[in-house]
Structures are given as C-alpha cells and as structure tokens.
C-alpha cells in the first residue's frame, strides 16, 4: 500500500501541467550550459529520462548512485557533433571494490575550431586566431547502503576558456536509488552542479585607465575590468524507472523523470527501451518543458565477448529551428 501510494504522488507531481508550465524567475541566468548536454546515446535516446535505471559508468553524468551497479569495470566514450563546428566529448570509467564500493572518474570536453579575430579598427583580422573550451574533471563513489538503497556522490573540476580569460570552480553531485521490490521498479534522485559562482578574469581584460581627462598629461594607470559572477546550472532530478515486461525473447523498459532547473521551468522526461534477444536495443523519448528539443530516437546492440561486453549505441534528437543532434557512444564492461 505505501508502494502504491508513493507512487501515486511521483506520478501527479511528473504529470501535473502546473508543474510543468510554471515560470522560473532566474531563467536563463546561469552558465556552463555545456553540464547539462545529455551525455550518452542511450541516455539521450530515452529523452534524458535516466535517474532510476542507469547503472553503468554513464551514470558520473546523470546519477553518481548508478555505478554502485557496475560488477567489476566499466568504460565509456561517448561522441556528439553540435551545432556551429562545436564538438562534444565524454569519457568514463569506473571500478567496484568488493565491500568496499564502486570508484569512478570521468571527463567532459566541449570545443569549436580557431576563429580569426577581428576589432573594429581591423575588421579582415589582426593575423590572430581565438578558440574557447569547457573542460569537466570528476571522480565519484558510490555504495549500497542496504540491499535495495544505493548513494553516490562526486566531486568535479569546472572549467571554462574564451581565449585568454579563464572561469573556474568546484562543484558536488549527489545521487540515490532505491529499488521498491516490486521487480526492478526503482525510485532515484540527483542533484547536479552544486557549487559556487564563477567569473571570467584573463590578460584581455587588462587596461589602461585616465583617472581624469582634464589633464591630457597625466599618466595612465594599469586596470583590469571586472566581469560579474554566474552560477552553475543546478539541476535536481526526481525519476521512476520499471522493466514492465521481460520475456525470453524481449524486454520492455519505461522510465519518466521529473526535474527541476534552476535556470528554467520545470521539465519532464520520458523514455521507453524496448531490448530484443538481450542484444538489440530500440529506444524513443520526449522531453516535455524545453525551448527546443522535443522527439528522441535511438538504437543500440549489445557485442557480448566471452566474459566481456562491448555496446554501441546511437540517438537521434529532433530539433526546433537548430539542426538536429546526432549522437554515438561506446561501452565496455570486463
């Protein structure tokens, strides 16, 4: 019965349109937006909808509570080609110590190709070139603390480059699942970039200030121009996950997150996995609450290597007015 009641309340608070639609005052006010780009083709596949059924070492970017799944090691790289020559990289591994815990570490990378630069005295480009990059380092541990209750926590390098200007920090993730003993119906939630602001500083905002422009004599003094401080994009996920039907011959995954950023209205995720012969994976999602994205499509097969398993997976996410994203990853558990 409380089960079922919980449940019930997940349900009404995903589902509930007020929830969905309300407004977020600091919207659109935080950066290193690049922490919140779906890591993973399967993930982004089920339309994000992760919390409660990832358990492999794509879980250091959705729910740190998921590797404590992982039975010995796990690898995984994952691919993203993003709009305007802007590349996307993730990469993971994880290790379980029996009665000890699981330990991972992983890395993000998002970077564009050299630009010229201009200025307006030099408008064809002063012979210089500019780039920018964000860089993610992390590690993690996680733990069952019962049988049916996993935690996991990670702690994460942030830093962001355009050219010579630098913003950097730390921030905390923190996650848990807790599976309700009804087959492998799982209750999960994560909370992701907590931490404090950041601000750019760098060589190129040094200047040269006139106290007074009265005095066209009087000598400049060395300055350096301020930026103001943003935050990291917190973001704290509520999801439900079930195998609804399991057969010899295929499986059937749902799962529905509800999350909560705090740089925009609330959002819902949802996604399905339908696994035929334990190897062939076909996947569909629709995240409900975003500016642009909507559909997800997706597939993945399952190589397995004697005690080994290599995975390849793939997801295709259709987009308003911006191209479409296509994504590939790669997995290997020994």
């Known amino acids: 019965m409380r089960t079922t009641t919980l449940l019930l309340l997940v349900a009404a608070t995903v589902l509930s349109p007020g929830g969905v639609l309300a407004q977020n005052a600091n919207l659109g006010t935080s950066g290193a937006q690049f922490l919140q780009?779906?890591?993973?083709?399967?993930?982004?596949?089920?339309?994000?909808?992760?919390?409660?059924?990832?358990?492999?070492?794509?879980?250091?970017?959705?729910?740190?509570?998921?590797?404590?799944?992982?039975?010995?090691?796990?690898?995984?790289?994952?691919?993203?080609?993003?709009?305007?020559t802007i590349d996307l990289n993730h990469a993971a591994y994880v290790h379980t110590f029996e009665d000890i815990g699981s330990v991972g570490a992983f890395m993000t990378v998002l970077s564009m190709d050299p630009m010229e630069v201009t200025t307006e005295l030099e408008p064809d480009g002063t012979g210089e070139q500019f780039d920018s990059q964000d860089l993610m380092l992390g590690v993690s541990y996680a733990r069952w603390l019962t049988e049916d209750f996993a935690v996991g926590v990670s702690v994460k390098y942030v830093n962001?480059?355009?050219?010579?200007?630098?913003?950097?920090?730390?921030?905390?993730?923190?996650?848990?699942?807790?599976?309700?003993?009804?087959?492998?119906?799982?209750?999960?939630?994560?909370?992701?970039?907590?931490?404090?602001?950041?601000?750019?500083?760098g060589d190129d905002l040094n200047v040269k200030y006139d106290a007074s422009s009265e005095y066209p004599m009087n000598r400049l003094s060395p300055a350096s121009l301020a930026t103001e401080e943003y935050s990291l994009p917190l973001y704290f996920q509520v999801g439900v996950a079930m195998?609804?039907?399991?057969?010899?011959?295929f499986s059937a995954l749902l799962a529905a997150d509800f999350a909560h950023p705090n740089d925009n209205q609330e959002r819902v995720n949802i996604g399905a996995e339908l696994t035929v012969v334990k190897y062939v994976a076909l996947r569909a999602?629709?995240?409900v609450g975003y500016d642009v994205e909507s559909l997800t499509l997706g597939a993945g097969v399952q190589i397995p290597l004697g005690g080994t398993a290599l995975q390849f997976d793939y997801a295709y996410a259709l987009h308003d007015l911006l191209p479409d994203i296509h994504r590939i990853s790669i997995g290997f558990g020994f």
């Open 37 to 84: 780009i779906p890591a993973g083709a399967r993930e982004a596949a089920m339309g994000g909808a992760t919390a409660g059924h990832v358990r492999n070492a794509a879980a250091l970017f959705w729910n740190p509570a998921g590797i404590a799944q992982v039975p010995s090691n796990d690898l995984f790289f994952a691919h993203t080609t993003w709009w305007a």
């Open 160 to 201: 962001q480059r355009i050219w010579n200007e630098v913003a950097a920090g730390i921030a905390f993730d923190v996650g848990t699942q807790f599976r309700l003993g009804l087959r492998d119906l799982t209750l999960a939630m994560s909370m992701t970039n907590f931490g404090p602001d950041l601000q750019y500083d």
């Open 285 to 287: 999602g629709y995240r």
């Open 243 to 249: 195998t609804v039907v399991e057969t010899d011959a």
